[in-house]
Nanobody, 116 residues
Framework: VQLQAFGGGLVQPGGSLRLSCSVS????????MAWYRQRPGNQRELVAS???????EVADSAKGRFTISRDGNENTVYLQMNSLKPEDTAVYSC???????????WGQGTLVTVSS
């Protein structure tokens, strides 16, 4: 089982990026998928989470700007990031947990840089 994340890059302040992350190597549906980020000099923090039933949560720092969504048929999660700020610069990692074994899985991390 692997999590593969895509979509990072360099964007100007006020711009947008869309991250995606998919689970491969299993047909089991993972109930919860989430995005974390680690900003330079800071601890990793939860950005947003989503269940395959459509329940979502977004951190206060991202509310109104970031939207998380799931593909109902696949173990795929998206993070639409709008109105990006320099302080959103971080390595973004997707996370999930096997529903039966409870083993945690992390994607490889994708760098988002917000700079002019």
């Amino acid at each position: 089982v692997q999590l593969q994340a895509f979509g990072g890059g360099l964007v100007q302040p006020g711009g947008s990026l869309r991250l995606s992350c998919s689970v491969s190597g299993t047909v089991i549906k993972f109930p919860l998928m989430a995005w974390y980020r680690q900003r330079p000099g800071n601890q990793r923090e939860l950005v947003a989470s989503a269940t395959y039933t459509g329940v979502t949560e977004v951190a206060d720092s991202a509310k109104g700007r970031f939207t998380i969504s799931r593909d109902g048929n696949e173990n795929t999660v998206y993070l639409q990031m709008n109105s990006l700020k320099p302080e959103d610069t971080a390595v973004y990692s997707c996370y999930s947990q096997h529903p039966m074994t409870r083993r945690e899985y992390w994607g490889q991390g994708t760098l988002v840089t917000v700079s002019s």
